[in-house]
């Protein structure tokens, strides 16, 4: 069974950057796409965006300016890092396994983030 | 505004049957691409319900059931019960947006 784990800093100030990991165990990190979503307290989901081991990555173009992501295949895991962070930011960051019908079959537990100085 | 549109409500008796509607375009939809459904308990990660318009994964009961018509997709749960009360998602791809959109949400209630 695949499982993803969130990890990074649950607090960040304002204008910094934002800096996520996502473990994946139980499965290969090759020929998914792993993707980020989020969350803000008692709003609806937002994408994000994805990264595939051989493409180029996708991005929300909302954020696009603002967000990079990665993967290291090496330790089965992926980033995120979204600069220039604002309040608007804080929310709760799940990572997710995308499939090439664009579905997201498994998920993390997911982690909040809070901005604030 | 969302993408893709839902009620923002529904609501429904235990044993009822209740659907929720995910209104989309020409651009995600009607361009062919497949709508997913996800559930999320409070407190909780969503979790894939229903996955190209009307198929289940592994473990998820038969009461909830996709379609599709036109530009819009639809869940149906029949035989409501208390444990269905939650938030549900649809999510497609937007080629237009060149990514994956959720709608908004809809929170069912079970009275």
């Known amino acids: 069974q695949v499982q993803l784990q969130e990890s990074g800093p649950g607090l960040v100030k304002p204008s910094e950057t934002l800096s996520l990991t996502c473990t994946v165990s139980?499965?290969?990190?090759?020929?998914?796409?792993w993707t980020w979503i989020r969350q803000p307290a008692g709003k609806g989901l937002e994408w994000i965006g994805r990264i595939y081991t051989s493409a180029s990555p996708n991005y929300n173009p909302s954020l696009k300016s603002r967000v990079t992501m990665s993967v290291d295949t090496s330790k089965n895991q992926f980033s995120l890092k979204l600069s220039s962070v604002t309040a608007a930011d804080t929310a709760i960051y799940y990572c997710a396994r995308g499939t090439q019908t664009n579905r997201f079959d498994f998920w993390g537990q997911g982690t909040l983030v809070t901005v604030s100085s | 505004q969302s993408v893709l549109t839902q009620p923002p409500s529904v609501s429904g008796a235990p044993g009822q049957r209740v659907t929720i509607s995910c209104t989309g375009s020409?651009?995600?939809?009607?361009?062919?691409?497949?709508v997913h459904w996800y559930q999320q308990l409070p407190g909780t990660a969503p979790k894939l319900l229903i996955y190209?318009?009307?198929n289940r994964p592994s473990g998820v009961p038969d009461r909830f059931s996709g379609s599709k018509s036109g530009t819009s997709a639809s869940l149906a749960i029949t035989g409501l019960q208390a444990e269905d009360e939650a938030d549900y998602y649809c999510q497609s791809y937007d080629s237009s947006l060149s990514g994956s959109f959720f709608g908004g949400g809809t929170k069912l209630t079970v009275l």
């Open positions: 020409s651009s995600n939809i009607g361009a062919g691409y497949d």
């Open positions: 139980g499965g290969s990190i090759s020929r998914y796409y």
């Open positions: 190209g318009y009307t």
